[in-house]
């Protein structure tokens, strides 16, 4: 792996002493530790917090859940049953989740889960909120969030102020980069690349679809440095693109099922902290892995190189990899812990 590495990548993976633990080797011996059948319904989306000592998960059931990382037990359950829940993320203000409204109206509800009292109602959106996610470094998000709607339109948000800081139609899935300061939008054509900070100039590099491709249903950024961004497609296939220079390097074959290309999708697949493994969920519950270096230098479709050992009864609907331990959460009705 190091041979692949840039210089600037390995000074940031000598800092970090989990990425040095996360081969794909490593990965691949991954094992389902502890499950929870709490849900009634599936589970739509998961997050874990900034530290990974707390994961949150969402579902169709309207609960909320949070779980304790370090311990493997459930800490708390919470219900929103009048407007429905989706894409419930930490963000930098301890004890506080941000999620998405499901029915009544389109609002974003800021919710101390400690108290369980909402602390704030971010409005703006018209339409169904199809993704939420808070930005890890600062950088022009000053710790806010990024939101789209179905209808196209991208907010960014500063938790204190309750009116989007910055509003523009470009996209319904946005995701921040590792810096905070470029925010992918994924529409109809492909995906575009804004500066945070004046995103009415609209996207400086797109990445584009083929003729015909519809556009991708997730994106997510590839870590530490968010030179490669993931796009997930609607017929569960990844493709893994070069950010920098807007090449797409490789594409990771999926199980073939038809994925939502409403709202949410992509919660099924994730990437190790170091960016150097990729895993989604399968139609049958399995979880399957992917080396990105070799994926990278194979090129064209990529097939898994394998699958983790373990499953759901039902599809994977969520996977996310902790940000601070060796341990990936999956989900369908039921929640998994997976550790070596």
């Given at each position: ?196 900070r004046e995103m009415s100039r609209g996207p400086f590099l797109r990445l584009a679809m083929q003729p015909g491709q519809a556009g991708p249903v997730g994106i997510r950024w590839v870590p530490p440095l968010g030179d490669h961004l993931l796009a997930m497609l ?107």
């Amino acid at each position: 792996m190091a041979a692949d590495y840039s210089t600037e990548t390995l000074e940031y993976l000598r800092r970090e002493p989990l990425f040095s633990a996360l081969t794909p080797g490593a990965v691949s011996s991954l094992r389902m530790a502890k499950q929870f059948s709490d849900n009634k319904s599936s589970v739509h989306s998961l997050d874990y917090s900034p530290d990974g000592s707390l994961c949150i998960t969402t579902s169709t059931d309207e609960s909320l859940r949070l779980y304790d990382c370090a311990s493997g037990t459930r800490r708390q359950t919470l219900y929103s049953k009048k407007y429905g829940c989706h894409l419930a993320q930490f963000t930098k203000d301890s004890g506080c989740v941000a999620y998405a409204s499901t029915k009544v109206d389109d609002t974003i509800r800021y919710l101390s889960y400690e108290t369980n009292q909402y602390l704030r109602y971010f409005v703006g959106h018209k339409a169904r909120v199809c993704s939420l996610q808070r930005a890890e470094a600062e950088g022009a998000a000053k710790g806010g969030v990024v939101s789209a709607d179905k209808d196209g339109w991208v907010c960014l948000w500063d938790l204190g102020v309750p009116a989007a800081v910055a509003r523009v139609k470009e996209g319904c899935v946005a995701a921040w980069d590792p810096s905070g300061m470029v925010v992918g939008v994924a529409g109809s054509s492909g995906v575009g690349l804004l500066d945070a900070r004046e995103m009415s100039r609209g996207p400086f590099l797109r990445l584009a679809m083929q003729p015909g491709q519809a556009g991708p249903v997730g994106i997510r950024w590839v870590p530490p440095l968010g030179d490669h961004l993931l796009a997930m497609l609607a017929d569960g296939s990844t493709q893994l693109w070069d950010a920098r220079e807007g090449v797409l390097r490789t594409t990771l074959a999926g199980d073939k099922r038809k994925l939502d290309s409403g709202c949410g999708g992509g919660q099924d697949t994730t990437v190790t902290p170091d960016g150097s493994v990729v895993l989604g969920g399968r139609a049958d519950g399995s979880v399957a892995y992917w080396d990105v270096a070799r994926a990278m230098r194979k090129g064209g479709v990529v097939a898994a190189d394998g699958l983790l050992n373990g499953s759901h009864s039902g599809p994977v609907s969520v996977c996310a990899f902790n940000p601070a331990f060796m341990e990936c959460v999956t989900a369908s009705t039921s929640l998994s812990l997976w550790t070596v």
